[in-house]
Protein backbone atom coordinates (compact mmCIF):
# COMPACT_ATOMS: atom_id res chain seq x y z
CA UNK A 1 0.00 0.00 0.00
CA UNK A 2 1.10 3.69 -0.75
CA UNK A 3 0.45 6.60 1.16
CA UNK A 4 -2.89 7.27 -0.04
CA UNK A 5 -5.75 5.17 -1.61
CA UNK A 6 -5.37 6.68 -5.29
CA UNK A 7 -1.61 6.06 -5.20
CA UNK A 8 -2.01 2.76 -4.01
CA UNK A 9 -4.68 2.39 -7.49
CA UNK A 10 -1.71 4.03 -9.68
CA UNK A 11 0.71 1.63 -8.36
CA UNK A 12 -1.86 -1.06 -9.08
CA UNK A 13 -2.64 -0.30 -12.71
CA UNK A 14 1.19 0.89 -13.57
CA UNK A 15 2.28 -3.17 -12.88
CA UNK A 16 -1.07 -4.94 -13.87
CA UNK A 17 -1.15 -3.09 -17.00
CA UNK A 18 3.33 -3.91 -17.64
CA UNK A 19 2.83 -7.40 -16.59
CA UNK A 20 -0.45 -8.08 -19.02
CA UNK A 21 -0.35 -5.83 -21.70
CA UNK A 22 1.57 -7.89 -24.14
CA UNK A 23 -0.88 -10.41 -24.41
CA UNK A 24 -3.06 -7.45 -24.33
CA UNK A 25 -1.71 -5.90 -27.02
CA UNK A 26 -2.36 -9.19 -29.15
CA UNK A 27 -5.96 -9.64 -27.75
CA UNK A 28 -7.43 -6.12 -28.93
CA UNK A 29 -5.15 -5.92 -32.12
CA UNK A 30 -6.44 -9.74 -33.42
CA UNK A 31 -9.66 -8.59 -32.15
CA UNK A 32 -9.86 -5.63 -34.01
CA UNK A 33 -8.45 -7.33 -37.22
CA UNK A 34 -11.78 -10.03 -36.48
CA UNK A 35 -14.47 -7.42 -36.64
CA UNK A 36 -13.92 -7.54 -41.16
CA UNK A 37 -12.42 -11.50 -40.58
CA UNK A 38 -14.79 -12.33 -43.07
CA UNK A 39 -13.89 -9.74 -45.55
CA UNK A 40 -10.13 -10.90 -44.94
CA UNK A 41 -10.85 -14.28 -45.58
CA UNK A 42 -11.89 -13.28 -49.31
CA UNK A 43 -8.83 -11.04 -49.63
CA UNK A 44 -6.37 -14.22 -48.66
CA UNK A 45 -8.37 -16.67 -50.56
CA UNK A 46 -9.17 -15.11 -53.95
CA UNK A 47 -11.36 -18.33 -55.01
CA UNK A 48 -14.11 -17.06 -53.02
CA UNK A 49 -14.17 -13.26 -54.20
CA UNK A 50 -18.25 -13.70 -54.41
CA UNK A 51 -20.98 -11.86 -53.25
CA UNK A 52 -22.84 -12.85 -50.78
CA UNK A 53 -26.19 -14.46 -51.29
CA UNK A 54 -29.32 -15.17 -49.50
CA UNK A 55 -29.85 -18.29 -47.62
CA UNK A 56 -30.08 -21.79 -50.44
CA UNK A 57 -32.98 -23.59 -51.40
CA UNK A 58 -31.67 -26.54 -48.98
CA UNK A 59 -33.49 -29.26 -51.24
CA UNK A 60 -31.38 -28.09 -54.40
CA UNK A 61 -28.29 -26.95 -53.18
CA UNK A 62 -27.85 -28.82 -49.73
CA UNK A 63 -29.15 -32.17 -49.69
CA UNK A 64 -26.64 -33.11 -52.36
CA UNK A 65 -23.81 -32.03 -50.43
CA UNK A 66 -24.94 -33.88 -47.26
CA UNK A 67 -24.36 -37.67 -48.56
CA UNK A 68 -20.14 -36.14 -49.42
CA UNK A 69 -19.45 -34.69 -46.20
CA UNK A 70 -16.71 -36.83 -44.40
CA UNK A 71 -15.17 -36.67 -40.88
CA UNK A 72 -12.04 -33.99 -40.64
CA UNK A 73 -8.89 -36.00 -40.17
CA UNK A 74 -7.72 -32.81 -37.57
CA UNK A 75 -11.73 -33.62 -35.78
CA UNK A 76 -10.66 -37.56 -35.99
CA UNK A 77 -7.36 -37.39 -34.07
CA UNK A 78 -8.36 -34.91 -31.48
CA UNK A 79 -11.63 -37.25 -30.70
CA UNK A 80 -9.12 -40.02 -30.54
CA UNK A 81 -7.65 -38.55 -27.70
CA UNK A 82 -11.38 -38.52 -25.93
CA UNK A 83 -12.22 -41.97 -26.04
CA UNK A 84 -11.11 -45.32 -24.58
CA UNK A 85 -9.86 -47.58 -27.37
CA UNK A 86 -9.06 -47.13 -31.09
CA UNK A 87 -11.84 -45.30 -33.02
CA UNK A 88 -13.58 -46.65 -35.85
CA UNK A 89 -12.58 -46.21 -39.83
CA UNK A 90 -14.00 -42.61 -41.19
CA UNK A 91 -15.84 -44.52 -43.09
CA UNK A 92 -18.07 -46.65 -40.52
CA UNK A 93 -18.73 -43.54 -38.39
CA UNK A 94 -23.36 -42.40 -38.71
CA UNK A 95 -24.00 -38.85 -39.64
CA UNK A 96 -25.78 -38.21 -36.65
CA UNK A 97 -26.73 -33.77 -36.93
CA UNK A 98 -25.64 -31.60 -39.46
CA UNK A 99 -26.05 -28.20 -40.32
CA UNK A 100 -26.13 -25.49 -42.55
CA UNK A 101 -25.34 -21.28 -42.18
CA UNK A 102 -25.06 -18.20 -43.91
CA UNK A 103 -23.52 -14.56 -42.92
CA UNK A 104 -24.96 -11.42 -44.68
CA UNK A 105 -20.30 -11.07 -45.18
CA UNK A 106 -19.77 -14.56 -46.07
CA UNK A 107 -19.71 -15.26 -49.96
CA UNK A 108 -20.02 -19.14 -49.26
CA UNK A 109 -22.53 -21.03 -47.58
CA UNK A 110 -20.93 -23.28 -44.76
CA UNK A 111 -22.28 -27.27 -44.01
CA UNK A 112 -21.29 -29.02 -41.07
CA UNK A 113 -21.55 -32.46 -40.10
CA UNK A 114 -21.64 -34.47 -36.63
CA UNK A 115 -20.76 -37.99 -36.66
CA UNK A 116 -21.59 -40.32 -34.19
CA UNK A 117 -18.82 -42.22 -31.81
CA UNK A 118 -19.61 -45.66 -30.49
CA UNK A 119 -16.17 -45.19 -28.15
CA UNK A 120 -16.98 -44.12 -24.33
CA UNK A 121 -15.65 -41.41 -23.51
CA UNK A 122 -12.47 -41.07 -21.37
CA UNK A 123 -13.62 -38.18 -19.45
CA UNK A 124 -15.99 -39.85 -16.88
CA UNK A 125 -17.79 -36.33 -17.25
CA UNK A 126 -18.18 -36.33 -20.67
CA UNK A 127 -21.58 -38.01 -21.93
CA UNK A 128 -20.52 -38.20 -25.50
CA UNK A 129 -17.78 -37.43 -28.11
CA UNK A 130 -18.43 -36.11 -31.92
CA UNK A 131 -16.37 -36.49 -34.96
CA UNK A 132 -17.17 -33.18 -37.06
CA UNK A 133 -16.86 -32.90 -41.08
CA UNK A 134 -17.49 -29.84 -43.29
CA UNK A 135 -17.95 -28.52 -46.49
CA UNK A 136 -18.72 -25.10 -48.47
CA UNK A 137 -20.90 -24.69 -51.20
CA UNK A 138 -20.53 -21.68 -53.38
CA UNK A 139 -23.59 -19.52 -53.86
CA UNK A 140 -23.36 -18.32 -57.83
CA UNK A 141 -22.82 -22.24 -58.79
CA UNK A 142 -24.61 -24.59 -56.04
CA UNK A 143 -21.52 -26.44 -55.88
CA UNK A 144 -19.24 -27.31 -53.40
CA UNK A 145 -15.54 -26.47 -53.22
CA UNK A 146 -13.40 -28.65 -53.99
CA UNK A 147 -11.16 -30.21 -50.87
CA UNK A 148 -8.26 -28.18 -51.62
CA UNK A 149 -9.63 -24.46 -51.39
CA UNK A 150 -12.52 -25.78 -48.03
CA UNK A 151 -8.72 -26.42 -46.20
CA UNK A 152 -7.46 -23.51 -47.22
CA UNK A 153 -5.96 -21.02 -44.82
CA UNK A 154 -8.51 -18.18 -44.22
CA UNK A 155 -6.58 -15.88 -42.47
CA UNK A 156 -9.67 -13.91 -41.23
CA UNK A 157 -11.40 -17.02 -39.26
CA UNK A 158 -9.07 -19.10 -39.01
CA UNK A 159 -6.26 -17.32 -38.23
CA UNK A 160 -6.44 -14.09 -36.89
CA UNK A 161 -9.88 -14.65 -35.08
CA UNK A 162 -8.19 -17.59 -33.28
CA UNK A 163 -5.41 -15.83 -31.92
CA UNK A 164 -7.79 -12.98 -29.93
CA UNK A 165 -9.21 -15.32 -28.02
CA UNK A 166 -6.91 -18.68 -27.41
CA UNK A 167 -3.13 -17.67 -28.85
CA UNK A 168 -2.93 -20.96 -30.85
CA UNK A 169 -1.98 -22.45 -27.26
CA UNK A 170 -4.17 -25.40 -27.44
CA UNK A 171 -2.71 -27.96 -25.27
CA UNK A 172 -4.73 -28.09 -21.94
CA UNK A 173 -6.43 -25.27 -23.46
CA UNK A 174 -3.47 -23.10 -22.37
CA UNK A 175 -4.54 -19.94 -24.64
CA UNK A 176 -8.04 -19.49 -23.32
CA UNK A 177 -6.43 -19.29 -19.62
CA UNK A 178 -3.99 -16.93 -20.29
CA UNK A 179 -6.82 -14.55 -22.17
CA UNK A 180 -8.71 -15.09 -19.44
CA UNK A 181 -6.18 -13.81 -17.19
CA UNK A 182 -5.14 -10.85 -19.11
CA UNK A 183 -9.04 -10.23 -19.37
CA UNK A 184 -9.61 -9.90 -15.39
CA UNK A 185 -6.36 -7.95 -15.12
CA UNK A 186 -7.76 -5.68 -18.09
CA UNK A 187 -10.78 -4.86 -16.04
CA UNK A 188 -8.35 -4.39 -12.70
CA UNK A 189 -6.74 -1.97 -14.78
CA UNK A 190 -9.61 0.23 -16.05
CA UNK A 191 -10.99 0.06 -12.27
CA UNK A 192 -7.59 1.41 -10.96
CA UNK A 193 -7.36 3.72 -14.05
CA UNK A 194 -10.54 5.44 -13.23
CA UNK A 195 -9.70 5.43 -9.23
CA UNK A 196 -6.56 7.41 -10.04
CA UNK A 197 -7.26 10.13 -11.87
CA UNK A 198 -9.10 12.42 -10.14
CA UNK A 199 -10.15 14.84 -13.34
CA UNK A 200 -10.68 12.35 -15.45
CA UNK A 201 -13.47 14.32 -17.60
CA UNK A 202 -10.70 17.38 -17.97
CA UNK A 203 -8.27 14.78 -19.86
CA UNK A 204 -10.47 13.86 -22.28
CA UNK A 205 -9.82 16.92 -24.00
CA UNK A 206 -6.36 17.44 -22.62
CA UNK A 207 -3.60 16.95 -25.30
CA UNK A 208 -0.50 18.93 -25.15
CA UNK A 209 1.63 18.04 -28.33
CA UNK A 210 4.09 21.07 -27.72
CA UNK A 211 4.89 19.52 -23.98
CA UNK A 212 7.87 17.21 -23.87
CA UNK A 213 7.21 14.15 -24.90
CA UNK A 214 6.82 12.15 -21.64
CA UNK A 215 3.81 14.18 -20.91
CA UNK A 216 2.15 14.49 -24.49
CA UNK A 217 2.45 10.60 -24.52
CA UNK A 218 1.05 10.13 -21.10
CA UNK A 219 -1.90 12.81 -22.64
CA UNK A 220 -2.40 10.32 -25.54
CA UNK A 221 -2.81 7.47 -22.89
CA UNK A 222 -5.14 9.08 -20.87
CA UNK A 223 -7.12 10.27 -23.06
CA UNK A 224 -7.34 7.01 -25.48
CA UNK A 225 -8.61 5.26 -22.35
CA UNK A 226 -11.22 7.82 -21.35
CA UNK A 227 -12.61 8.26 -24.76
CA UNK A 228 -12.81 4.26 -24.82
CA UNK A 229 -13.42 3.47 -21.29
CA UNK A 230 -17.42 2.21 -22.25
CA UNK A 231 -16.16 0.08 -25.16
CA UNK A 232 -12.85 -1.48 -23.21
CA UNK A 233 -15.49 -1.93 -20.11
CA UNK A 234 -18.13 -3.75 -22.21
CA UNK A 235 -15.80 -5.60 -24.76
CA UNK A 236 -13.49 -7.26 -21.90
CA UNK A 237 -16.58 -7.91 -19.80
CA UNK A 238 -18.62 -9.65 -22.56
CA UNK A 239 -15.56 -11.64 -23.94
CA UNK A 240 -15.09 -13.15 -20.12
CA UNK A 241 -18.73 -13.80 -20.10
CA UNK A 242 -18.87 -15.82 -22.95
CA UNK A 243 -15.93 -18.26 -22.11
CA UNK A 244 -16.80 -18.44 -18.48
CA UNK A 245 -18.54 -21.49 -18.43
CA UNK A 246 -14.77 -22.76 -19.10
CA UNK A 247 -13.27 -20.57 -16.21
CA UNK A 248 -15.41 -21.21 -13.24
CA UNK A 249 -16.91 -24.32 -12.16
CA UNK A 250 -20.55 -25.00 -12.93
CA UNK A 251 -23.26 -27.69 -12.96
CA UNK A 252 -22.08 -28.23 -16.63
CA UNK A 253 -19.28 -29.55 -15.58
CA UNK A 254 -19.24 -31.19 -12.10
CA UNK A 255 -22.27 -32.67 -11.97
CA UNK A 256 -22.34 -33.41 -16.04
CA UNK A 257 -24.48 -36.98 -15.56
CA UNK A 258 -27.32 -35.68 -13.86
CA UNK A 259 -27.16 -32.26 -15.98
CA UNK A 260 -27.83 -35.01 -19.38
CA UNK A 261 -30.69 -36.38 -17.29
CA UNK A 262 -32.46 -33.05 -16.32
CA UNK A 263 -31.89 -31.74 -20.28
CA UNK A 264 -33.76 -34.76 -21.29
CA UNK A 265 -36.66 -33.93 -19.19
CA UNK A 266 -37.02 -30.15 -19.97
CA UNK A 267 -36.67 -31.70 -23.90
CA UNK A 268 -39.27 -34.08 -23.34
CA UNK A 269 -41.26 -31.42 -22.29
CA UNK A 270 -41.23 -29.25 -26.03
CA UNK A 271 -42.26 -33.10 -27.87
CA UNK A 272 -38.42 -33.08 -28.65
CA UNK A 273 -36.71 -35.87 -28.92
CA UNK A 274 -33.42 -36.07 -26.88
CA UNK A 275 -31.82 -39.53 -28.06
CA UNK A 276 -32.90 -41.00 -31.49
CA UNK A 277 -35.50 -43.71 -31.75
CA UNK A 278 -32.82 -46.66 -33.77
CA UNK A 279 -35.56 -47.00 -36.55
CA UNK A 280 -35.15 -45.14 -39.95
CA UNK A 281 -37.03 -42.53 -40.61
CA UNK A 282 -37.04 -40.28 -44.35
CA UNK A 283 -36.40 -36.68 -44.15
CA UNK A 284 -39.51 -34.78 -45.64
CA UNK A 285 -38.74 -31.52 -47.86
CA UNK A 286 -37.19 -28.41 -46.08
CA UNK A 287 -37.84 -26.01 -48.32
CA UNK A 288 -41.71 -25.79 -47.12
CA UNK A 289 -40.46 -25.98 -43.51
CA UNK A 290 -37.99 -22.66 -44.45
CA UNK A 291 -41.12 -20.67 -46.05
CA UNK A 292 -43.35 -21.71 -42.95
CA UNK A 293 -41.05 -20.28 -41.09
CA UNK A 294 -40.66 -16.94 -42.53
CA UNK A 295 -44.22 -16.70 -42.72
CA UNK A 296 -44.68 -17.27 -38.91
CA UNK A 297 -42.09 -14.57 -38.61
CA UNK A 298 -43.76 -12.33 -41.09
CA UNK A 299 -46.90 -12.60 -38.70
CA UNK A 300 -45.43 -11.99 -35.62
CA UNK A 301 -44.12 -8.56 -36.87
CA UNK A 302 -40.06 -9.57 -37.25
CA UNK A 303 -40.15 -10.64 -41.08
CA UNK A 304 -36.75 -12.13 -41.67
CA UNK A 305 -34.60 -14.50 -43.48
CA UNK A 306 -33.47 -17.87 -42.32
CA UNK A 307 -29.85 -17.81 -41.28
CA UNK A 308 -29.69 -21.59 -40.02
CA UNK A 309 -31.00 -25.22 -40.81
CA UNK A 310 -29.63 -28.53 -38.29
CA UNK A 311 -31.29 -31.77 -38.84
CA UNK A 312 -31.04 -33.38 -35.35
CA UNK A 313 -30.84 -37.25 -35.41
CA UNK A 314 -30.47 -37.68 -39.15
CA UNK A 315 -31.97 -40.54 -40.85
CA UNK A 316 -33.77 -41.44 -37.75
CA UNK A 317 -37.73 -41.57 -37.75
CA UNK A 318 -37.42 -39.13 -34.62
CA UNK A 319 -35.31 -36.65 -36.48
CA UNK A 320 -36.59 -32.91 -36.68
CA UNK A 321 -35.17 -29.48 -38.23
CA UNK A 322 -34.59 -26.61 -36.60
CA UNK A 323 -34.61 -23.54 -38.30
CA UNK A 324 -33.59 -20.32 -36.97
CA UNK A 325 -33.70 -16.79 -38.25
CA UNK A 326 -31.16 -14.94 -39.39
CA UNK A 327 -29.45 -11.39 -36.97
CA UNK A 328 -28.81 -8.87 -39.52
CA UNK A 329 -31.12 -6.61 -37.78
CA UNK A 330 -30.84 -7.61 -33.84
CA UNK A 331 -27.57 -7.92 -31.93
CA UNK A 332 -29.40 -10.92 -29.75
CA UNK A 333 -29.78 -13.89 -30.68
CA UNK A 334 -32.93 -14.74 -33.52
CA UNK A 335 -36.41 -17.12 -32.78
CA UNK A 336 -35.93 -20.95 -33.51
CA UNK A 337 -39.03 -23.47 -34.65
CA UNK A 338 -38.50 -27.08 -34.94
CA UNK A 339 -40.20 -28.78 -37.25
CA UNK A 340 -40.32 -33.50 -37.41
CA UNK A 341 -37.65 -34.47 -40.36
CA UNK A 342 -40.38 -36.75 -41.35
CA UNK A 343 -43.62 -34.76 -42.60
CA UNK A 344 -42.92 -30.93 -41.86
CA UNK A 345 -45.19 -30.63 -39.13
CA UNK A 346 -44.25 -28.10 -36.32
CA UNK A 347 -43.62 -29.27 -32.95
CA UNK A 348 -42.33 -26.53 -30.86
CA UNK A 349 -41.05 -22.51 -31.07
CA UNK A 350 -38.83 -21.39 -28.47
CA UNK A 351 -40.33 -19.56 -25.63
CA UNK A 352 -38.78 -15.63 -25.91
CA UNK A 353 -35.75 -15.32 -23.77
CA UNK A 354 -35.57 -14.74 -19.87
CA UNK A 355 -33.99 -11.42 -18.64
CA UNK A 356 -30.71 -13.55 -18.07
CA UNK A 357 -30.55 -15.10 -21.43
CA UNK A 358 -31.47 -11.67 -23.17
CA UNK A 359 -28.78 -10.17 -21.56
CA UNK A 360 -26.24 -12.97 -22.46
CA UNK A 361 -27.28 -12.74 -25.84
CA UNK A 362 -27.17 -8.68 -26.02
CA UNK A 363 -23.61 -9.11 -24.81
CA UNK A 364 -22.85 -12.33 -26.70
CA UNK A 365 -24.16 -11.05 -30.10
CA UNK A 366 -22.29 -7.32 -29.75
CA UNK A 367 -19.28 -9.08 -29.06
CA UNK A 368 -19.43 -10.77 -32.17
CA UNK A 369 -21.32 -8.66 -34.50
CA UNK A 370 -23.39 -11.11 -36.48
CA UNK A 371 -25.67 -7.75 -37.20
CA UNK A 372 -25.39 -5.70 -40.40
CA UNK A 373 -24.52 -1.87 -38.74
CA UNK A 374 -21.39 -0.99 -41.05
CA UNK A 375 -20.74 2.70 -38.82
CA UNK A 376 -21.48 0.61 -35.72
CA UNK A 377 -18.63 -1.95 -36.87
CA UNK A 378 -16.03 0.75 -37.77
CA UNK A 379 -16.82 1.99 -34.20
CA UNK A 380 -15.85 -1.07 -32.95
CA UNK A 381 -12.94 -1.17 -35.28
CA UNK A 382 -11.67 1.83 -33.89
CA UNK A 383 -12.65 1.21 -30.31
CA UNK A 384 -10.48 -1.87 -30.47
CA UNK A 385 -7.51 0.40 -32.03
CA UNK A 386 -8.00 2.96 -29.80
CA UNK A 387 -7.35 -0.02 -26.29
CA UNK A 388 -4.13 -0.53 -28.66
CA UNK A 389 -2.82 3.07 -28.94
CA UNK A 390 -4.10 3.21 -24.74
CA UNK A 391 -1.38 -0.27 -23.85
CA UNK A 392 1.10 1.59 -26.38
CA UNK A 393 1.76 4.26 -24.86
CA UNK A 394 1.26 2.91 -21.78
CA UNK A 395 4.43 0.92 -22.47
CA UNK A 396 6.71 4.31 -23.72
CA UNK A 397 5.78 6.20 -20.42
CA UNK A 398 6.98 3.73 -18.50
CA UNK A 399 10.17 2.90 -20.23
CA UNK A 400 10.72 6.29 -20.57
CA UNK A 401 10.06 7.30 -17.15
CA UNK A 402 12.17 4.86 -15.83
CA UNK A 403 15.08 4.41 -18.58
CA UNK A 404 17.68 6.95 -16.56
CA UNK A 405 16.73 5.26 -12.99
CA UNK A 406 17.67 1.76 -14.20
CA UNK A 407 20.55 2.12 -16.03
CA UNK A 408 21.90 4.04 -13.52
CA UNK A 409 21.43 1.55 -11.10
CA UNK A 410 22.62 -1.14 -13.81
CA UNK A 411 19.13 -2.58 -13.80
CA UNK A 412 18.04 -3.72 -16.72
CA UNK A 413 14.16 -4.15 -16.29
CA UNK A 414 13.88 -0.56 -18.71
CA UNK A 415 15.59 -2.20 -21.36
CA UNK A 416 13.64 -5.60 -21.27
CA UNK A 417 10.15 -3.66 -20.99
CA UNK A 418 11.59 -1.74 -23.85
CA UNK A 419 12.15 -4.69 -26.28
CA UNK A 420 9.27 -6.73 -25.41
CA UNK A 421 6.99 -3.39 -26.12
CA UNK A 422 8.06 -2.94 -29.25
CA UNK A 423 7.82 -6.94 -29.96
CA UNK A 424 4.44 -6.60 -29.27
CA UNK A 425 3.57 -3.51 -30.50
CA UNK A 426 5.56 -2.85 -34.07
CA UNK A 427 6.51 -6.20 -34.06
CA UNK A 428 3.67 -7.69 -34.36
CA UNK A 429 2.53 -4.99 -36.80
CA UNK A 430 5.72 -6.66 -39.19
CA UNK A 431 4.14 -10.41 -38.49
CA UNK A 432 0.79 -9.53 -39.54
CA UNK A 433 2.25 -8.10 -42.85
CA UNK A 434 4.53 -10.18 -43.56
CA UNK A 435 1.85 -13.37 -43.32
CA UNK A 436 -0.51 -10.74 -45.49
CA UNK A 437 2.16 -10.80 -48.12
CA UNK A 438 3.31 -14.48 -47.89
CA UNK A 439 -0.63 -15.00 -48.96
CA UNK A 440 -0.38 -13.35 -51.69
CA UNK A 441 3.07 -14.32 -52.93
CA UNK A 442 2.88 -18.05 -52.29
CA UNK A 443 1.77 -20.53 -54.64
CA UNK A 444 -1.82 -21.45 -53.39
CA UNK A 445 -0.73 -24.97 -54.78
CA UNK A 446 2.10 -25.74 -53.01
CA UNK A 447 2.96 -28.26 -50.47
CA UNK A 448 2.17 -27.17 -46.66
CA UNK A 449 0.86 -23.93 -48.33
CA UNK A 450 -1.16 -23.13 -44.66
CA UNK A 451 2.20 -24.31 -42.76
CA UNK A 452 4.23 -21.75 -44.89
CA UNK A 453 1.73 -19.12 -43.66
CA UNK A 454 2.05 -19.51 -40.31
CA UNK A 455 5.72 -20.26 -39.81
CA UNK A 456 6.20 -17.11 -41.62
CA UNK A 457 4.73 -14.96 -39.68
CA UNK A 458 6.02 -17.16 -35.97
CA UNK A 459 9.40 -16.38 -37.47
CA UNK A 460 9.06 -12.62 -38.46
CA UNK A 461 7.44 -11.96 -34.49
CA UNK A 462 10.30 -13.97 -33.61
CA UNK A 463 12.96 -11.78 -35.85
CA UNK A 464 11.14 -8.60 -34.55
CA UNK A 465 11.89 -9.74 -30.53
CA UNK A 466 15.75 -10.61 -31.89
CA UNK A 467 15.95 -7.11 -33.53
CA UNK A 468 14.05 -4.67 -30.68
CA UNK A 469 16.57 -6.62 -28.09
CA UNK A 470 19.68 -6.03 -29.71
CA UNK A 471 18.32 -2.13 -30.54
CA UNK A 472 17.47 -1.59 -27.43
CA UNK A 473 19.03 1.29 -25.52
CA UNK A 474 22.12 0.18 -23.16
CA UNK A 475 22.24 3.48 -21.47
CA UNK A 476 20.65 6.17 -19.95
CA UNK A 477 20.48 7.79 -23.17
CA UNK A 478 16.96 9.83 -23.37
CA UNK A 479 14.77 8.62 -26.45
CA UNK A 480 12.80 5.83 -28.00
CA UNK A 481 15.14 2.63 -29.05
CA UNK A 482 16.06 2.79 -32.60
CA UNK A 483 13.86 -0.27 -33.29
CA UNK A 484 10.60 1.29 -33.01
CA UNK A 485 11.20 3.40 -36.02
CA UNK A 486 13.37 0.70 -37.99
CA UNK A 487 10.00 -1.96 -37.20
CA UNK A 488 7.31 1.17 -38.41
CA UNK A 489 9.57 1.25 -41.63
CA UNK A 490 9.64 -2.48 -42.13
CA UNK A 491 6.02 -2.81 -41.32
CA UNK A 492 4.82 0.16 -43.84
CA UNK A 493 6.87 -1.26 -46.52
CA UNK A 494 5.49 -4.76 -46.51
CA UNK A 495 2.07 -3.57 -46.00
CA UNK A 496 2.26 -1.77 -49.08
CA UNK A 497 3.62 -4.41 -50.64
CA UNK A 498 0.83 -6.46 -49.89
CA UNK A 499 -1.41 -4.48 -51.96
CA UNK A 500 0.55 -4.61 -54.85
CA UNK A 501 1.16 -8.49 -55.08
CA UNK A 502 -2.59 -8.76 -54.42
CA UNK A 503 -2.80 -6.42 -57.78
CA UNK A 504 -0.08 -8.15 -59.70
CA UNK A 505 -1.52 -12.02 -58.79
CA UNK A 506 -5.22 -11.34 -59.20
CA UNK A 507 -5.58 -8.47 -60.76
CA UNK A 508 -8.01 -6.70 -58.35
CA UNK A 509 -6.56 -2.84 -57.72
CA UNK A 510 -8.32 -0.87 -56.34
CA UNK A 511 -9.68 1.08 -58.99
CA UNK A 512 -11.49 -2.48 -60.00
CA UNK A 513 -12.91 -3.59 -56.66
CA UNK A 514 -13.97 0.58 -56.00
CA UNK A 515 -15.88 0.63 -59.46
CA UNK A 516 -17.43 -2.98 -59.18
CA UNK A 517 -18.39 -1.84 -55.43
CA UNK A 518 -16.57 -4.76 -54.32
CA UNK A 519 -15.42 -3.51 -50.84
CA UNK A 520 -14.35 -6.36 -49.16
CA UNK A 521 -11.37 -6.43 -51.23
CA UNK A 522 -11.49 -2.70 -51.65
CA UNK A 523 -11.69 -2.20 -47.50
CA UNK A 524 -8.73 -4.60 -46.80
CA UNK A 525 -6.52 -2.44 -49.41
CA UNK A 526 -7.50 0.62 -48.29
CA UNK A 527 -6.77 -0.22 -44.59
CA UNK A 528 -3.27 -1.42 -45.63
CA UNK A 529 -2.27 1.34 -47.66
CA UNK A 530 -3.40 3.61 -44.84
CA UNK A 531 -1.73 1.52 -41.95
CA UNK A 532 1.25 1.26 -44.27
CA UNK A 533 1.55 5.07 -44.77
CA UNK A 534 0.88 5.66 -41.32
CA UNK A 535 3.79 3.34 -40.39
CA UNK A 536 6.34 5.04 -43.05
CA UNK A 537 5.12 8.24 -41.94
CA UNK A 538 5.69 7.25 -37.67
CA UNK A 539 9.21 5.78 -38.84
CA UNK A 540 10.58 8.61 -40.57
CA UNK A 541 9.21 11.00 -37.98
CA UNK A 542 10.83 9.12 -35.14
CA UNK A 543 14.12 8.44 -37.21
CA UNK A 544 14.38 12.46 -38.11
CA UNK A 545 13.84 12.87 -33.58
CA UNK A 546 16.47 10.00 -33.25
CA UNK A 547 18.87 12.05 -35.40
CA UNK A 548 18.23 15.39 -33.28
CA UNK A 549 18.82 13.47 -30.24
CA UNK A 550 22.10 12.45 -31.13
CA UNK A 551 23.15 15.76 -32.06
CA UNK A 552 22.47 17.45 -28.91
CA UNK A 553 23.85 14.71 -26.68
CA UNK A 554 27.03 15.66 -25.02
CA UNK A 555 30.14 13.42 -25.13
CA UNK A 556 28.66 12.00 -21.39
CA UNK A 557 25.94 10.61 -22.78
CA UNK A 558 22.49 12.59 -21.51
CA UNK A 559 20.76 14.97 -24.14
CA UNK A 560 21.43 18.74 -23.61
CA UNK A 561 18.21 19.82 -24.08
CA UNK A 562 15.07 17.91 -24.42
Known amino acids: MRETFRLSMAYLHTWVGLMVGFVLMAVFFFGSLSVFDREIDRWSVPETRTHAAPFPSFDRAVRPVIDGIRPDPLSMRIAQGDVIGDLPPAGALRLGDMGVYTN ?114 LDVHNMTGVLALPFLFLITLSGLLIFAYMFFPSPNEVMNPLLVKQQGVEIAGTGLPFEPSGRPGPLAPVDPMMADARARWAAKGTPGDVGMVTITHLGDADAYVSITRDTVDRVASAETLHYAASDGRLLYENPPATAIQGTYGFLYGLHFQFFRHWPLRWLLF ?103 GEQCWAAGALAIAAVLVNWAGTGDHLLATIGEGYWPVAGVDLVLLAGGGLAAFTGWRLSRRAARMVAATPAYGRPAHV
Open 382 to 484: AGGLMGCACIATGFLFFVEKRRRKHAAAGHPGARVADALAVTSVTGMLVATCAMLLANRMLPAGMAAYNQWQIGIFCGAWIAALIHAAFRARPSAAAGLSPAW
Open 104 to 217: HRDPLWRVYGAFDVPNKPADPLLDHVHVYGYASIDPQTGERLPAELQNRLALGTGFFFPLHFMLHLQWQNAGYWIVFAAGMAMLVALVSGVVMHRKIFREFFTFRPEKARLRST
